[in-house]
């Protein structure tokens, strides 16, 4: 009863055709409890887009002064004070590169197992979902301990590239799976009608047909990767930064994100300001990989007019 | 030759096919393959901490979670200072972060309209794509002063009766900040899950709630949380799952003590900041056992949550088929 909007009994009033129509009472009550939770929700909202904004912002102000082609490209000084980040730019660009190489490959075929070979009740499909969720839940200090193991606790870039490759993957044949699984059966059947054989049709007309998202879904496991500092600390946490490499294997490479983490207490200013010129180069490219993942995402779909 | 002389009549590619091709039994064996080598390194991953844990678990046992005392250079090891930073660095983020997930989930599913949310949506995945050193970084040099500077003593006057929120300190290094910086990396993930739940409610369900005369926050209430609440709490584990696991972010702002307070001001560690800090500068063989016990103890955390947020979500999935 206490639902309905009845006026006290005994105090009934004439109707008035022209009393404005607002909401009283129990109505009234609900309404703004309506619009306090929705105002609540867009306060969240405009929360976590404050947090981007701040940090982004922050990087941006405090690092924009330090970036010169110079600082791009000289490496860190022999004791560790000033010099730039070239040899950084170019270890991270090394074992991101090569944990991609070994990642994409292996992600794309567990993808396509699942997506066009495994059938619906499959046992080794199921095992193979569970075994891909559980690496991309694993904590990424436990992929670092493993790789640690693999290698005998011997620093060496090449070790980062299989801790990162460990990363990427489930995030690559998670995405492509859901990719190949929009693909429309048709062009299947189509395939199958002219006899073409199983892995032809998959080469060459399923996979070109998914390489948008596939892309899409690469490029964002690599913005990923990229950012991963635990792994690296602890496969890769001893190297020389005054020295360009470009031999990844045997010993440690100089990075990007180690860079930052390693000089985050730096007691002087000026370190400091290169630390943020570190985040800034760092901050830059894994936003930038987001949004041309997202375009490319956009175009692919309008390809595909979905 | 034609393309007509290649065709040849063959069984039903999904059925039992009495000729398979060789390229089909190769790309199916390198897709095996690929298979195999994520289950041979899944498996390896397990053996190999737990191979490397056993020399510790044999000398401590289950005692190792109970003690406090962690001095590397006399071989005493226990995990407890570790264990309760973790448990409540994680609680602390997951309770900040919850709430805050939903809200965004529901603002971008429901709420916002269509060109805010084509704005808002993206902005709040691409914090997710902000690396977490470079957070933790920020977190050290501008949160955690800020946090000293300006919200510590209001806390406390407000909260300080709980004995949480106890004495200001000094540096802001603190479980609270390192808290905080962990609800950050996690809202964005949680929020993307959740709002694509509440996408999926049926609009019949929505319309007809508001068709007998819902508001807003009834339908949210009454229609769209219920039905999607296992969803969300497995999307809540999955975030538990990141904040338990992440190492450097943490390393960077909780300051690293090694002592149990009950004040969320002061220093703590958790289990994965301390491995990553220290699995390069072991003292002695009983150090790196210790610091892969600790790393067991993080991956049977992280596989129980893990499997409890499958089990709910499959629960979920069959319940609506």
Known sequence: VSDVDLEPIGGVAPFDPTAPLTPSGNLRRRLIVSGISQGVAGVAAAIAVAALLLVTVEVIARGAGVISWSFLTTNASQFGVGGGIGSAIIGSALIVGCGAVIAIPLGVLCAIYLAEFAGPRSHMAKLLRTALDMTQGLPTVVIGLFVFGLFSGKPSGFAGSVALSMIMLPLIARTSQEVLRTIPSSLREASDALGVDRWRSILGVILPAAMGGIATGTILAIARAAGETAPLLIVDGIYNASKTTINIFGHGVPNIPLSIYEAAESPTPDALARVWGTALVLLALILIANIAARLLLARSRRRMGL | ?321
């Open chain 2, 1 to 321: 030759m034609s393309v007509w002389a290649q065709l040849r009549p063959r069984a039903g590619t999904r059925g039992p096919s009495l000729e398979v091709s060789r390229g089909d039994l190769i790309l199916r064996g390198l897709c095996l393959g690929a298979g195999g080598l994520v289950l041979a390194a899944l498996v390896g991953l397990v053996y190999e901490i737990v191979h490397g844990a056993a020399p510790a678990f044999d000398k401590y046992g289950l005692a190792f979670l109970g003690h406090t005392t962690w001095a590397p250079n006399f071989s005493h090891f226990g995990a407890a200072a570790m264990l309760y930073g973790t448990a409540v660095t994680s609680a602390l983020a997951l309770l900040i972060a919850t709430p805050l997930s939903i809200g965004i989930g529901l603002f971008l599913a429901m709420l916002a309209p269509k060109p805010v949310r084509t704005v808002v949506g993206p902005l709040v995945e691409m914090l997710a794509a902000i690396p977490s050193v470079i957070l933790g970084f920020f977190g050290i040099i501008v949160f955690a002063p800020f946090i000293a500077g300006h919200v510590e003593k209001p806390l406390h006057d407000i909260l300080g009766w709980t004995g949480l929120f106890g004495t200001p300190q000094q540096t802001g290094l603190s479980m609270f900040t390192a808290s905080l910086i962990l609800a950050t990396m996690i809202v964005p993930i949680v929020a993307a899950l959740s709002r694509d739940l509440f996408l999926s409610v049926p609009s019949e369900l929505k319309d007809g709630a508001e068709a007998l005369g819902a508001t807003r926050w009834e339908v949210i209430r009454g229609v769209v949380i219920p039905t999607t609440l296992p969803g969300v709490f497995s999307a809540v584990m999955l975030g538990l799952g990141r904040a338990l696991g992440e190492a450097l972010a943490v390393s960077l702002t909780i300051g690293g003590g090694t002592v149990i307070y009950a004040n969320l001001y002061q220093t703590g560690d958790t289990l994965a900041a301390r491995i990553a800090t220290e699995i390069n500068y072991i003292v002695n063989p009983m150090h790196r056992h210790a610091l892969y016990y600790l790393a067991l103890i993080l991956l049977v955390i992280g596989v129980v949550t893990n499997l409890l947020a499958r089990l709910i979500a499959r629960r979920y999935t069959a319940g609506r088929v």
